[in-house]
């Protein structure tokens, strides 16, 4: 690998926090589609962390933070929950959402997963909805989210599984992966499947420590009116194929969006409504 195509950490962490600050508004709008798509498997990570009333909880890369409220309501008055994100954007839109909720028990700062600027031991739960997988040193995060529980505290994660049961977002991925002439991810490279295949999630929680670890797969298709509106709802908001186009002039990366459009035609059905596979990895561990 030569210098110039080595994986640099800090820029992709740069270039990570700017497309998420463009995306902030886009990624807020479609909250009611992330809630009727992600929200079952949530409350399923929530119930195996034990989030409960009076739990302290902290949320890394909260993003917009709708999955921020929802456990703020399991926890209420006597608990908490912070919300972190790289991106300050996006994070304001959680913020303003809580208060708008009469959320008095949330709070947020804009944080990097992989350094938590908090004191040890002052967590009971600490979460992550489809976040880890786009964090350059994930060991490091997951070891950071280690120090910051309470002795038994536990650590929640949802993934996505591989590629192949992810046609939604595998398929834009390869054709911008081909029109970027990128070739496929490195072992231990950040990306939506860094941590879908069998075991890995498990072992990534085995080697910061946790115990009792535990993971299940969880099938959450994604339905949509149209593949229109799925292309809408990736060009606007999924920062990782924006990442991919970034060296492409406006033609081709015009280019490379219709044939992405195309390709997520095959999961619209003749009745009009779009279903794509999307299969979840729900993983837990104690301290």
């Known amino acids: 690998m030569t ?20 995306a902030a508004a ?10 009727s798509w992600l929200g079952p498997a949530t409350e399923r990570m929530l119930d195996l962390a034990g989030v409960g009333p009076g739990c302290r909880v902290l949320d890394v890369a909260a993003g917009a933070g709708e999955q921020t409220l929802t456990a703020a309501a399991r926890v209420g008055a006597g608990g908490s929950v912070l919300a972190t994100d790289i991106s300050p954007s996006i994070l304001r839109f959680a913020a303003s959402e809580a208060e708008r909720g009469g959320y008095r028990n949330v709070a947020t700062r804009v944080m990097d997963g992989e350094r938590l600027e908090l004191d040890d031991a002052s967590f009971d739960v600490v979460f992550s909805r489809v976040g880890l997988i786009y964090f350059p040193d ?19 994660a949802i993934v996505y ?16 992966r081909r029109h ?8 231990g490279q950040p990306g939506p499947f860094s941590l879908g295949s069998a075991g890995v999630l ?23 009116k149209s593949a229109a509106e799925c292309l809408r709802f990736e060009q606007e908001s999924f ?15 015009h280019a490379a969006w219709a044939e992405i459009g195309a390709a997520l035609g095959q999961f619209e059905h003749a009745q009009g409504h779009f ?13």
């Open 202 to 224: 498990e072992a990534a929680l085995s080697r910061a420590g946790y115990r009792d670890v535990k993971v299940e797969t969880v099938s959450a298709p994604l339905r949509m």
């Open 180 to 187: 970027g002439k990128l070739g496929p991810p490195l072992p």
């Open 239 to 253: 920062g990782a194929l924006h990442q991919m186009l970034a060296s492409l002039d406006d033609a081709a990366r």
């Open 161 to 176: 599984s591989t590629a192949e049961l992810n046609g939604f977002f595998s398929v834009p991925v390869g054709i911008a």
């Open 3 to 22: 210098a110039t195509n080595a994986f640099d950490p800090d820029r992709y962490k740069e270039t990570t926090r700017n497309q998420w600050d463009n």
């Open 26 to 35: 886009a990624w807020h709008a479609w909250a009611p589609t992330l809630r």
């Open 275 to 287: 279903v794509a596979p999307c299969e979840l990895v729900i993983g837990v561990g104690t301290k």
């Open 138 to 156: 994930q060991q490091r995060a997951l070891s950071e989210m280690h120090r910051v529980l309470v002795p038994g505290g536990r650590v929640a």
